[in-house]
């Protein structure tokens, strides 16, 4: 009460027109606020769907387009007459020399009955007793062809099969391509966003990254590890302390599992919430300045009237007769100001 008696009637005034503008103009400051960060994380999650469409169209045709180039190599006389030798050599090197061809990085030829007829450099051990095989053969018995995606050691494959036929031949011709640093890049420039290809290791929920991971550093490496730990496999979205995350499963419910990660920085994304937030607060800070200007004329105009009011009745208090202060307002005021001249 001391200080609000001090401050006096105009300074009252002010506080008050300018402490309700301040409340209305940062309650709007921060719902648009709240506004802009969830249209931010809305678009990112937005840019993640995209990304993953972008992910699986790129993956289709790269898978389309080698086949087109195996499909080349089995109409090949040479390479069929070299099979149909049955030449272990020979056959090694026209599957090497077509491997190369086709930029795969390995390939092996089995006959109809799933053993090895030749094979180059570069085949993981453990394919040849790989579940996957036999599984590959009776799917491309079906459909003409198979295509699925495998993890051998610390790299992710995509492995293709397709058949061999000549009179007299029938065999099975897989080919394996690496999942690599290319193919991340190619994803990441038409996606805008980071691209990890990573795989289940023996170790139960855990993974390891198959790709460079560029500019994300180990401790960012692990906190997308400990944060997709604590989700449930049917989560695609995630979203941690530095990242937007989408998952998506490149095996289904293969073992081991791969997986194509698609990442935005989350302090890059957020940065324009950043910028706009600063824009706002400086909006806001303008009109509370503006407020207390209008607030000053305000309570000047209104208030002069009081103050000639209250001297005029001082004046009278004293034994002296002064003329009636001129008011040019109607209500209250020229009611006491008229009840003032009759005292």
């Known amino acids: 009460m001391a200080v609000a008696s001090r401050i006096g009637f105009r300074g009252r005034l002010v506080t008050v027109m300018v402490t309700m503008v301040a409340i209305v103009s940062l309650s709007i400051g921060a719902l648009l606020m709240l506004y802009l960060f969830e249209d931010e994380k809305a678009r990112a999650l937005e ?4 990304g993953e469409q972008v992910a699986e169209e790129v993956l289709e045709r790269r898978t389309s387009l080698i086949l087109s180039r195996l499909d080349v190599v089995i109409r090949d006389f040479g390479f069929r007459s070299a099979v149909a030798s049955g030449d272990r050599a020979t056959t090694d090197s026209a599957l090497t020399n ?18 090895i007829l030749a094979d180059t450099d570069g085949l993981p051990d453990a394919f040849a007793n790989s579940p996957l095989v036999t599984e590959m053969l009776s799917r491309a018995r079906q459909t ?5 995606m495998s993890v051998f050691g610390a790299d992710g494959f995509e492995l293709l099969t397709i058949p061999v036929e000549a009179p007299g031949l029938r065999a099975w011709l ?37 790709t460079d991971p560029g500019s994300i550093n180990a401790s960012r490496l692990d906190e997308l590890n400990n944060a997709m730990a604590r989700t449930s496999g049917e989560d695609q979205f995630l979203e941690s302390t530095h990242y937007f995350t989408r998952i998506i499963s490149l095996t289904g419910d293969e073992t081991p599992a791969l997986q194509l990660l698609l990442l935005i920085n989350r302090e890059a994304r957020l940065s324009n919430y950043y910028e706009r937030a600063v824009e706002i ?16 004329i305000i ?5 002069q009237p ?38």
Do not use: W
């Open 47 to 50: 840019q993640l769907s995209l």
């Open 98 to 115: 077509q491997a190369r061809r086709v930029n795969a990085d390995f390939a092996v030829l089995l006959g109809s009955d799933g053993h």
């Open 144 to 148: 003409g062809f198979a295509s699925q």
């Open 174 to 210: 897989i080919a394996g391509f690496n999942l690599n640093n290319d193919l991340t890049d190619i994803i990441g420039r038409l996606s805008g966003t980071e691209v990890l290809f990573r795989a289940s290791s023996g170790e139960e929920g855990s993974y390891q990254i198959l």
């Open 281 to 296: 607060l400086t909006l806001v800070s303008a009109v509370l300045v503006l407020a207390a200007l209008i607030a000053l």
């Open 299 to 303: 309570a000047r105009n209104m208030g």
């Open 306 to 343: 009081v103050l000639q009011l209250a001297d005029y009745a001082k004046a009278i208090g004293d034994g002296h007769t002064p003329a009636p202060p001129r008011i040019r307002a109607g209500g209250e005021l020229a009611e006491l100001r008229r009840r003032s001249a009759t005292c």
